[in-house]
């Protein structure tokens, strides 16, 4: 599932395709995607592009008129920039959100369909969606030390929990105790102060890595620019194929006549 530093990575691609530009048509596949209705789905049509942030592990996209258009990716959703018009396809393709510059293509793989997709109207639709959890990159040490110490539960819990703290999944919490050494087992309120600080610290360093640095950045950018990565394949192995690489042409060796002095061994039958 697509966790805190790869949502921030789509926002980073995002905010470079389409803010600012008018969102013109949201094509779903299936109309169980879409869990709100009031407001409509086609109240958002029309409407430009002025902000995009992240709520826990949601993609928002924020439109003229307070509203907001909310992507929940869940554990197989990828986004993947396309041509304006691309064709939704199934059975991956969920939804295909066209922009005036292009389409963004929403899929899951799987047969599960779990993502979800919300629109909302103003900061209080927008808040109704938010499990609460503790942004890390917003809070110091004290803050984090007592949110994580007010239940005693296991670390592995506790750090995926959406109420406890956001943007954190099995992936990151997995790489964040390793880093951290600790336990996915060790128990909350039984952890001393210094095992708290590595585990804030690892939480901050993971989350502020650099995509070269996490293959789930890498997975998140990567699908962004698919299209680019394929032409650019694509043209490598043309090339390739237009000047086939050729094998130096070398005299054939010559044999080394028998040498009649040498005995050879006779078997008898």
């Known amino acids: 599932m697509p966790e805190l530093p ?6 980073e691609a995002l905010k470079k395709r389409v803010l600012g530009e008018r969102l013109e048509q949201v094509r779903v596949a299936s109309p169980f995607l879409l869990r709100t209705a009031n407001p409509p789905l086609s109240s958002v049509e029309g409407k430009n592009v002025r902000d995009l942030r992240r709520l826990g592990k949601r993609i928002c996209i924020g439109l003229d008129d307070s509203l907001w258009l909310v992507l929940h990716l869940m554990i197989a ?9 691309a064709k939704l396809s199934a059975p991956r393709g969920l939804a295909a959100i066209d922009f005036s510059n292009g389409t963004l293509l929403w899929t899951e793989a ?12 103003g900061a209080e639709g927008l808040s109704a969606l938010d499990p609460g959890g503790l942004e890390v990159l917003e809070t110091d040490l004290a803050h984090f030390a007592q949110v994580l110490t007010s239940s005693n539960h296991t670390l592995k819990r506790v750090l995926t929990d ?21 336990s996915p087992l060790a128990l909350t309120q039984k952890l001393k102060p210094q095992e708290i600080e590595r585990l804030f610290n690892a939480v901050r360093n993971l989350a502020t890595a650099s995509p070269k640095k996490s293959p789930h ?8 620019d698919a299209t680019k990565n394929r032409a650019r394949a694509a043209a490598q192995k043309s090339s390739a194929s237009v000047t086939p690489p050729t094998k130096p042409t070398t005299a054939p060796t010559a044999k080394p006549e028998a040498d009649s002095s040498r005995t050879v061994p006779f078997r008898a039958c």
Do not use: T
């Not at 790869?6 to 926002?11: A, C, E, T």
């Open 77 to 85: 959703g990828r986004l993947h920039w396309k041509r304006r018009g």
């Open 217 to 224: 950045f890498a997975k998140a950018w990567l699908s962004m």
């Open 162 to 182: 959406p109420r406890q703290f956001s943007g954190i999944g099995n992936a990151y919490s997995d790489e964040i105790l390793f880093e951290a050494k600790l």
């Open 6 to 11: 790869d949502i921030v990575v789509y926002l």
């Open 110 to 121: 799987g047969s599960r369909k779990r993502a979800s997709l919300h629109v909302a109207a």
